[in-house]
């Protein structure tokens, strides 16, 4: 437990397991020399080169963008056509989403950003993930026999960690946009003033929050009928108050929303409620910038969110250990077999290994290096599942709309994928008088005792464990897959389902698969613990089924469709441009 204003201790994560690495060097018979604990891969290749092949000259093409919902996706295009760049298109669209789809992200949320500037190459990650207020402690969702206190990191303010979406905002303008946020936001101020029609999936998540939703009266106001009801599809949800938080950060940047009147609007509400925000904490939040990470698969070069995600890590280390395999030559039911043995051996180096890297010094390439792959890959049996308690190391409910992703290409090759939370349908459900502002609950994405599954059943232990300021650990995993011939933007919502489901996308995307298919192909996961695969009704025949349990795979349906991906690819020969948006959802693939 760190007082206010100590330092953090820097933890670091165990090393890796000796099994992994005899059966690694068993297998390679070399031994690998690892860049620095912590070091991320080498940046992307520069533009016009990719592995030493030369890539076909940008020719003049579309601009794309795939977002979920449609208002969203015109607000993006709005901004394009106004001048801006993708990532001035990123700021309004994200923002957008903030007021269309409140179930999923917002400003009271964070998210990452994952950039390629075309005309030098350049690509960097803007972390804009909350941080835990400063006066966070390592145990402070548990009672005082140590266990858990039901719903505390998911419920109420005291779940919200320090919002990050609006600082990025400022962020991206100012550094790599052409425009002033007053016309990148003024899509979201029009959206949160003149209102949005209510539609199904905002609805449905209203009923399923209904009594939290009741206990915060603005959050009630703006998304409940007068006497508490739930409103009438089509019913215009106007947000005035959201309108004019936005308009503080169009008028005075990151400013307007962590310093001022919107601040103190922020820290009375929440400490007027559980929780412990602080106006320092607001005003001390800034994004950072990190190097992306980068893998190849292949021949096809994969760029992913760095840390404090960890999706990219896993993302990367699960086609590492497909790349030893050739899918193409096996049966489906072994294709299956194969991915789904990787994604146990992913999801459990990232309940091991990841946390903030700010103070966790992790074995980043080692863990996304072919050679450590190649041991994982030595304890895979091509006939036969591995249960997840005989790898070393040590029912919640899977849905998959409660974040939001965006694609965007803009006519210059400028692309970006973001992906944004506020972790739980309408996050913590609180919304401080006032603001307008949803606040986020992911703080329930630290491992609040080691071992405790969250909201996500995922598992961790003191690397992703609660520190004063520390970033909470996540699973959003917007990538760029890129190989001589074209290239794909990719992300999606699902919470630990996320790293399976871009892992899917990307080998759907190997494959041939058109945006279209690849964001309806149905989808399979793993996550090491809980040692069970969960299906889509339709992503495994009947003989799939019956081989995969014979293997000794523990399978369950999954009684719901999850994800919403939007994905975006560019055919470079062709200057085919397509995006696609996941029809589980009703957002908007545009190309124009
Ligand atoms: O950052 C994370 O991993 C989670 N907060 C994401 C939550 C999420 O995707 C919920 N959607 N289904």
Known sequence: MSPRGEAPT???????????????????????????????????????RLHGQPRLPAVAHKAAIASAYPLASEAGQEVLAKGGNAFDAAVAVSAALAVVEPTSSGLGGGGFYLLHRQRDGFETMVDARE?????????????????PIADASTEGSLAAGIPGEPAAFEYLARKYGKLPLKVSLAPAIRLAREGFPLYARVQGAI??????????????????????????????????????????????????FYTGRVAQDLVSGVRATSGIWTLADLEGYRVVERKPLVGEYHGARVVSAAPPSSGGVAVIDALNILSGFDLHAVDATTRKHLVIEAMRRAYRDRAIYLGDPDFVQMPLPQLISPDYAAGQRSSIRTDKAMPSDLLPGIEPEPMGMQTTHISILDAEGNRVAGTFSINLFFGSGYMPPKTGVLLNDTMDDFSIKSGTPNAFALVGNAANGIAPNKRSLSSMAPTFVETPK??????????????????????????G????DIV????????????????????????????????????????????NMEVITWDYASGKVEAASDPRGEGAGLVY
Do not use: C
């Open 520 to 563: 309806k192909d149905r989808r399979y996961h793993h996550q090491y613990l809980p040692d069970v695969v969960d299906y889509e009704k339709g992503a495994l025949s009947e003989t799939e089924i019956a081989q995969l349990e014979a293997m000794g795979h523990k399978l369950k349906e999954g009684n719901r469709l999850w994800g």
């Open 486 to 511: 074209g290239l794909m933007i990719i992300g999606t919502p699902g919470g630990s389902y996320i790293i399976s489901m871009v892992l899917l996308g990307t080998l759907d995307y190997l494959d």
């Open 131 to 147: 941080k835990a207020p400063a006066t966070a402690t390592r145990d402070m969702y548990l009672d005082k026999a140590g266990n």
């Open 207 to 256: 009923r399923y929050k209904r009594e939290q939703l009741l206990r915060s009266p603005d959050a009630a106001k703006v998304f409940l009928t007068a006497d508490g009801a739930v409103p009438e599809l089509g019913t215009l949800i106007k947000q005035p108050d959201l309108a004019h938080t936005l308009e503080a950060i169009a008028a005075q940047g990151a400013k307007g």
């Open 10 to 48: 820097t933890q670091r994560a165990p090393s890796i397991h000796l099994f992994f690495v005899m059966a690694w060097l068993a297998l390679v018979g070399v031994v690998a020399v690892p860049r620095a604990f912590g070091e991320a891969a080498p940046a992307a290749a520069p533009s016009g």
């Open 513 to 516: 698969m058109s945006a279209a």
